[in-house]
């Protein structure tokens, strides 16, 4: 079956670095997307791989492994405003996406 | 705006019930999408539609149909309402090249009683 593996919650201090990591197991890859969701909010797209190596924008980076079937999202410079989930989602085969179930983030002053 | 606009906002729908959400794009994308979100879970996609005129099945499409008479509109149908049909309900759309991500609304709240 297909899978998206990642960690239920994560804490971090405001103005600190954080990685949230996503590994994946798929049928087929043909893409791997980061999304932001604010609560009682809509996902909003943050960060696209498909080749391996890192992607920065900003104070966003998205890093994908195919090999190891592994990505990591990380947030420099932590805000208040970046209490959210974080989705990572994989294009399959198919080109459907398939979603993990969010990395809870919860930023402490 | 631009963007993906859904209707109603939120719903309380009796059991047996058929209710129809709507969807409407107003980007010409040509893909559109549905997926319900549930706690401690995805996103599982229920139906989807590659084209106007063209519609597919996702992960969990039973009691579910979908309809794409147009570029703009992707209502998703309840026939008869059951309480593991409530979530919340997010319809979503892209240009349907690989590279581009989806957009989507702001959701519908379903509580099914």
Known sequence: GQ?????????????????????????????????????????TFLSYN???????????????????????????????????????????????????????????? | IAGITQAPTSQILAAGRRMTL??????????????????????RLIHYSNTAGTTGKGEVPDGYSVSRANTDDFPLTLASAVPSQTSVYFCASSDGHSNQPQHFGDGTRLSIL
């Open chain 1, 3 to 43: 899978n998206i593996d990642q960690p239920t919650e994560m804490t971090a201090t405001e103005g600190a670095i954080v990685q949230i990591n996503c590994t994946y197991q798929t049928s087929g890859f043909n893409g791997l997307f980061w999304y932001q969701q604010h609560a009682g909010e809509a996902p």
């Open chain 1, 50 to 109: 498909v080749l391996d190596g890192l992607e920065e924008k900003g104070r966003f980076s998205s890093f994908l492994s195919r090999s190891k079937g592994y990505s990591y999202l990380l947030l420099k410079e932590l805000q208040m405003k970046d209490s959210a989930s974080y989705l990572c989602a994989v294009r399959d085969s198919n080109y459907q996406l398939i979603w993990g179930a969010g990395t809870k983030l919860i930023i402490k002053p």
């Open chain 2, 22 to 43: 709507r969807c409407t794009q107003d980007m010409r994308h040509n893909a559109m999408y549905w997926y319900r979100q549930d706690l401690g879970l995805g996103l």
